[in-house]
């Protein structure tokens, strides 16, 4: 394929489509939505207007780092302080499907519908990729993106029209067209990292307490993984408790999954081989975060399992 022809015809066909109109878009830091505001950005300039929303899902420094790399290409991001309005939509919820729901609720309805309202855009610039449709479309998985595949009509229930133009690529494509627009190698080399963000590795009940735990040791696979060449690794929480010992005395503990994969299109992927010291450093470091006492390495291929937990 021919991405730097492909860069252009999208961005031919984002103005064609906005015409005269405003738009918006949440960058979440991933390549998907980074690449859509580029190309969002060479299509419309300042009529695009690009958001990152805080769900309270993310990674330790995670917006300040977004809005710094997009600064430094000189595309203007807005942060937004969502958290709250995500933490009380997922309080008490134990159901996958429920806590994915929720978030489509409150990213489209509560958050999106009133910066839609309050910014005047029509249209929404949105980083679905041909997986995410796939998936969705066979009932793997209800992705949070891609509501027009879902049956919903996006104008209808939340007021505002929604282009993808990533919807005939799998991520291996997207990273392509990410190196045609010169995107740093931070954000075109990036893991991918799910929407629904930290919030797909919590097992049971999203709080911020959870949320603290899986954070931290989503910190440590994050650096102890960095070389591995996988195409994702992560942390998990589990609900399940395990009995341990610290400081000499008898804990009834977290349990915390590491996973590492490889895959070219998260079609389909099977466990890293990684070192034993290198997990020996990991299960170190990890049942040192206050609270978890057990590490476990996740060998399941996808599948049958996917790729997240939730
Ligand atoms: P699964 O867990 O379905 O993941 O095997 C396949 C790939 O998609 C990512 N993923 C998501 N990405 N919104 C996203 O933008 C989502 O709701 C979502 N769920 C999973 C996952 O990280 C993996 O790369």
Same mark, same amino acid.
């Given at each position: 394929?021919?991405? $730097?022809?492909?860069?252009?015809?999208?961005?031919?066909?984002?103005?064609?489509?906005?015409?005269?109109?405003?738009?918006?878009?949440? #960058?979440?830091?991933?390549?998907?939505?980074?690449?859509?505001?580029?190309?969002?950005?060479?299509?419309?300039?300042?009529?695009?207007?690009?958001?990152?929303?805080?769900?309270?899902?993310?990674?330790?420094?995670?917006?300040?780092?977004?809005?710094?790399?997009?600064?430094?290409?000189?595309?203007?991001?807005?942060?937004?302080?969502?958290?709250?309005?995500?933490?009380?939509?997922?309080?008490?919820?134990?159901?996958?499907?429920?806590?994915?729901?929720?978030?489509?609720?409150?990213?489209?309805?509560?958050?999106?519908?009133?910066?839609?309202?309050?910014?005047?855009?029509?249209?929404?610039?949105?980083?679905?990729?041909?997986?995410?449709?796939?998936?969705?479309?066979?009932?793997?998985?209800? $992705?949070?993106?891609?509501?027009? $595949?879902?049956?919903?009509?996006?104008? %209808?229930?939340?007021?505002?029209?929604?282009?993808?133009?990533?919807?005939?690529?799998?991520?291996?494509?997207?990273?392509?067209?990410?190196?045609?627009?010169?995107?740093?190698?931070?954000?075109? %080399?990036?893991?991918?990292?799910?929407?629904?963000?930290?919030?797909?590795?919590?097992?049971?009940?999203?709080?911020?307490?959870?949320?603290?735990?899986?954070?931290?040791?989503?910190?440590?696979?994050?650096?102890? #993984?960095?070389?591995?060449?996988?195409?994702?690794?992560?942390?998990?929480?589990?609900?399940?408790?395990?009995?341990?010992?610290?400081?000499?005395?008898?804990?009834?503990?977290?349990?915390?999954?590491?996973?590492?994969?490889?895959?070219?299109?998260?079609? %389909?992927?099977?466990?890293?081989? #990684?070192?034993?010291?290198?997990?020996?450093?990991?299960?170190?470091?990890?049942?040192?975060?206050?609270?978890?006492?057990?590490?476990?390495?996740?060998?399941?291929?996808?599948?049958?399992?996917?790729? %997240?937990?939730?």
């Amino acid at each position: 394929m021919d991405y $730097q022809a492909w860069v252009e015809k999208k961005i031919a066909e984002i103005r064609l489509a906005v015409g005269d109109a405003t738009a918006l878009n949440a #960058l979440s830091g991933g390549v998907d939505s980074s690449v859509v505001t580029v190309l969002g950005h060479r299509a419309l300039g300042e009529r695009l207007k690009t958001v990152f929303i805080d769900n309270a899902l993310m990674r330790e420094g995670e917006p300040e780092r977004v809005v710094s790399m997009f600064a430094q290409m000189e595309i203007p991001v807005d942060r937004i302080d969502s958290r709250k309005a995500f933490l009380d939509a997922l309080a008490g919820l134990t159901d996958p499907e429920e806590k994915r729901c929720a978030i489509t609720d409150t990213f489209y309805r509560t958050v999106f519908g009133d910066l839609v309202r309050s910014s005047g855009a029509k249209y929404l610039l949105h980083g679905t990729i041909l997986t995410d449709i796939e998936e969705t479309v066979a009932g793997i998985k209800r $992705q949070h993106n891609i509501l027009a $595949q879902m049956g919903i009509d996006p104008r %209808e229930e939340y007021g505002y029209h929604i282009l993808e133009p990533l919807a005939d690529l799998r991520k291996d494509g997207v990273r392509e067209v990410a190196r045609v627009l010169g995107l740093p190698a931070a954000l075109s %080399e990036r893991i991918p990292f799910p929407g629904p963000a930290l919030a797909t590795r919590i097992v049971g009940e999203v709080t911020t307490e959870r949320l603290d735990t899986v954070r931290a040791a989503t910190t440590i696979v994050e650096e102890e #993984l960095a070389d591995s060449g996988a195409f994702q690794y992560m942390a998990v929480l589990l609900t399940d408790k395990a009995t341990g010992i610290r400081d000499g005395r008898r804990e009834f503990g977290e349990i915390i999954v590491v996973r590492c994969i490889h895959s070219v299109d998260a079609r %389909e992927a099977t466990a890293v081989e #990684l070192p034993w010291d290198l997990l020996h450093r990991l299960c170190e470091r990890i049942t040192s975060i206050p609270g978890v006492n057990r590490c476990l390495y996740d060998l399941t291929p996808k599948p049958p399992a996917t790729i %997240e937990y939730v």
